[in-house]
């Protein structure tokens, strides 16, 4: 179980980005978080992978402090980050080098196969498309087996189709494992397709608005009309979210 407790994240400058942010997220679950910018989404992921501090409050893995980075924890960023002097191989397996080398490329090939990118191993990272590259960056974050996968607005440089092809592919990686997911995205589509639980977010400081579960069956078809009436409520969130703050009453989406 991964557990934020009160998280609060200020910066040296005296920007608020957090405040008295609380959250359980159950293992195997796809939680995505969603809002618009400056709402505290990306420093959110920063504080459960341990790259950042919060300063006040806590959060922990099945009771275990999260304060570094640790390998139970995988994450994707917007970019692919790559490294251009590494094949692609080399890149999927560059945080599994501690373990022995039969098993480093049984994981590579074993990974590389599930994007669909066995056939590219020896290749430079220049020789991919954008969603290419990007299938290796999942292929790299989940090599080292994680049990928590963090997704820093994955797919938002790719064009239409390449992203929703990459939305059911991350949902066909996750079946293997089915590692607890937290996604952070603006896009209110990408949410309703991947996950089982939908937190909005709204600005100064970051806190939760509100967190909705939509009641769709697997697979989700985009062009279905309660899929539609989803996310309208969901966009409606974010238009009040996105609101100066001022006495508003929370709409009738967080009863939902």
Same mark, same amino acid.
């Given at each position: ?19 008295? $942010? ?24 920063? =504080?459960?992978?341990?790259?950042? *501090?919060?300063?006040?409050?806590? *959060? ?14 995988? /994450? ?6 790559? /490294?251009? %002097? ?37 290749? %430079?990272?220049?020789? =991919?498309?954008?969603?290419? *590259? ?10 080292? #087996? ?10 938002? *440089? ?7 092809? =990459? ?5 066909? $990686? %996750? ?16 949410? =309703? ?7 909005? /977010?709204?600005?100064?400081?970051? #806190?939760? #608005? ?47």
């Amino acid at each position: 179980m991964l557990d934020l407790v009160s998280l609060s994240k200020r910066y040296p400058n005296g920007l608020l980005a957090l405040e008295g $942010l609380s959250l359980s997220v159950a293992p195997g679950e796809i939680l995505a978080i969603v809002g618009g910018s400056g709402c505290g989404k990306s420093t959110l992921l920063r =504080l459960i992978s341990g790259l950042d *501090a919060p300063t006040s409050g806590r *959060a922990s893995l099945d009771g275990t402090p999260l304060t570094a980075p640790r390998p139970e924890i995988g /994450m994707v960023f917007q970019e692919p980050r790559l /490294m251009p %002097w590494l094949s692609i191989d080399d890149n999927v397996g560059f945080g599994i080098r501690h373990l022995p080398a039969s098993e480093q490329k049984s994981r590579i090939n074993e990974a590389l196969a599930r994007v669909g990118l066995a056939s590219h191993a020896g290749h %430079w990272p220049r020789e =991919l498309s954008g969603g290419q *590259a990007q299938r290796v960056a999942l292929a790299r974050a989940l090599v080292g #087996r994680p049990q928590v996968l963090l997704l820093d607005e994955p797919f938002s *440089a790719l064009d239409a189709l390449t992203r929703a092809d =990459l939305q059911d592919h991350l949902l066909e $990686l %996750w079946h293997y494992d089915r590692p607890t997911m937290i996604l952070v995205t603006h896009d209110i589509e990408e949410a =309703l397709v991947l996950a089982d639980r939908i937190v909005v /977010m709204q600005p100064n400081p970051g #806190r939760i #608005r509100v967190e909705v579960t939509p009641h769709l069956a697997r697979p989700r078809d985009r062009l279905d009309h309660e899929f539609q009436e989803w996310k309208y409520k969901l966009l409606a969130e974010l238009d009040h979210a996105s609101r100066p703050p001022g006495g508003e009453e929370l709409s009738p989406a967080a009863a939902i």
